[in-house]
């Protein structure tokens, strides 16, 4: 389904100056409460979590749990509590395993699993070996790898020692008799901050400012088996405070605090500073060889933003950093990657109209444009989408959840041969100037097919022993799965589209189904679900 396609440059004079003001009309609303939330969120296929806290008395609250199942489109679940804590740790989610880290100043960390995708939870298990009542600081990390969940806390111990760590290898439902030290040998006044943890599959890397004194030190420590072990004690990575790390199991990013980024390439064990990047950095983001900064120039507070992007782990970057001038002054900036796109979100006041924005790249940081739709909270991204979830100036609290630029399903499919249902996917950032895929999967082998789709409603029509979700549906566009002809579920198909450049095309909907020829379904064919891609 090709379409015409030109080059546009995008420029970000005044940036959001035209940006409108309001959520889209597919956005959900996650709090119909109004009570004040902030959720995390995780993603697992089709699945979306998230948790917020909601304030209660005294500083405690519920730990408010929302679910999605179809890409974010629709949130059935929403403010069921799960837990009560005084504050919100993390979330992570792999498979239909998910876990959530609360914690308490008293009775410290706690996590709470579900098995099911969200669909039950079990209760919250201390994680913490200390005998009650513990010294807690409210600053956690938490990694889910597998069944193996690792925490890391900052408890003040009459015994010594501020910063934990433990393990479960079963969830979080059980952990280990005893809690790990990791800053042996660390003098500490307690006022512990900022604690990351970075991890990719069993190498794990946590950072933490650790003051003495008057002095503040950036520390660094990593375990290579898991969480199983830690180094003896932890090594400095910066003498000074850090407010961003960045990294992965081969290279390791610190920025600290009016001062260059620093880079290890040997686990933490060295550190040399970063030259080339061309600004200061707030936040930095790394996946593989891609490195994103965002910052200003040489430190000075200003509302003119730079970024830049490394593409060798950052021995070098792109000649000048991309200027962003005029712009709104903005908190907490997040730099996020995601396949080959890059993403900036600039949270601004929250009165202000609109509440936030993202910028995306997709040439490794030469240009950037403004993606249309209002971002002011949380910000998700993967390699097929982003999902935002946002206030909007004049509305309070109310919360709301959409898809920025991605894909979401709708309905379902129906049986083929063997049973097996044909699956339709979304695959790719469906952004102006890129090209994203349908994907057909699990249809029947060696067997002709088609394509539609719709830029107008979708719709519920029964359609034999299928379900037609679109009106007025452009097409067909045939196809031939591969596989062994009429083997079951053992069928694919791709077609890709290529997005125009226009901004004309930004908040567009596309939605598009696939059907199948299959002589041993009701009909003599199979649907598969429908899927909505969301341009910007």
Do not use: C
């Not at 308490?104 to 960390?109: V, Y």
């Not at 003040?156 to 059980?174: I, M, P, Q």
């Not at 003098?187 to 002095?215: D, R, Y």
């Not at 029947?444 to 549906?473: C, D, E, I, K, M």
Request: aromatic share 8%.
């Amino acid at each position: 389904m090709p379409l015409a396609r030109r080059d546009v440059t995008f420029a970000l004079a005044g940036l959001a100056a035209a940006l409108p003001a309001q959520v889209p009309g597919h956005a959900v609303l996650l709090n119909p409460s109004g009570a004040r939330l902030s959720p995390l969120l995780a993603r697992t296929g089709d699945t979306v979590h998230g948790v917020g806290h909601r304030a209660h008395l005294l500083g405690m609250g519920f730990i408010d749990y929302f679910r999605s199942a179809d890409g974010g489109r629709t949130w059935p679940v929403r403010e069921v509590a799960i837990g009560y804590a005084t504050h919100l740790g993390g979330i992570a989610a792999e498979g239909d395993l998910v876990v959530v880290l609360i914690q308490s100043p008293w009775l410290g960390p706690y996590t709470i699993t579900s098995t099911d995708r969200g669909l039950s939870w079990a209760q919250p298990v201390r994680v913490s070996q200390a005998p009650l009542p513990a010294s807690q600081m409210i600053t956690a990390a938490l990694h889910l790898s597998g069944s193996t969940v690792n925490v890391a806390w900052f408890e003040n111990r009459a015994s010594g020692g501020f910063v934990w760590t433990n393990r479960s290898l079963d969830s979080g439902f059980t952990w280990q008799a005893n809690d790990t030290r990791l800053d042996v040998g660390v003098l500490s006044n307690g006022n512990v901050q900022t604690m990351k943890l970075l991890a990719e599959g069993p190498i794990l890397h946590l950072f933490w400012n650790n003051p003495t004194g008057t002095v503040w030190l950036t520390l660094h420590q990593r375990s290579l088996d898991g969480g199983a072990t830690w180094l003896a004690a932890p090594q400095v990575a910066w003498n000074g405070p850090a407010q961003s790390f960045g990294g992965d199991a081969n290279t390791l990013f610190v920025v600290p605090q009016q001062a260059p980024a620093l880079r290890s390439v040997d686990a933490g064990q060295t550190w040399t500073q970063v030259t080339g990047m061309g600004l200061q950095p707030l936040d930095l983001a790394a996946d593989g060889a891609r490195v994103l900064a965002v910052g200003q120039a040489g430190g000075v507070p200003t509302v003119t933003i730079q970024l830049n992007m490394s593409q060798d782990r950052g021995v070098t970057w792109l000649p000048a950093p991309y200027t962003i001038t005029q712009a709104r002054s903005f908190v907490s900036p997040k730099a996020r990657l995601a396949g080959d796109a890059a993403f900036v979100q600039f949270p601004f006041g929250a009165n202000d109209a609109p509440t936030g924005v993202v910028v995306q790249s997709d040439d490794g940081g030469v240009h950037w444009r403004l993606v249309h739709g209002e971002a002011g909270d949380g910000l998700l991204v993967s390699a097929d989408g982003t999902l935002v979830t946002t206030r909007q100036a004049g509305s309070g609290e109310a919360l709301y959840a959409y898809v920025q630029e991605g894909h979401t399903s709708l309905g379902q499919g129906s049986p083929g041969t063997g049973g097996v249902v044909p699956l339709l996917q979304g695959t790719g950032l469906p952004g102006l100037g890129r090209t994203f895929a349908l994907d057909v999967d699990g249809a029947r082998g060696g067997s002709p097919g088609a394509w539609f789709a719709t830029f107008g409603a979708t719709a519920n029509v029964p359609l034999g022993s299928a379900t037609l979700y679109l009106q007025q549906p452009i097409g067909p566009f045939g196809f031939t799965t591969s596989g062994v002809p009429g083997a079951a579920g053992a069928g694919t198909a791709s077609l890709p589209i290529a997005v125009p450049a226009s901004p004309s095309f930004a908040g567009l909907r596309l939605a598009s189904q696939a059907f199948v020829l299959d002589p041993v379904a009701a009909g003599g064919f199979t649907a598969t679900r429908a899927v909505e891609t969301w341009i910007r």
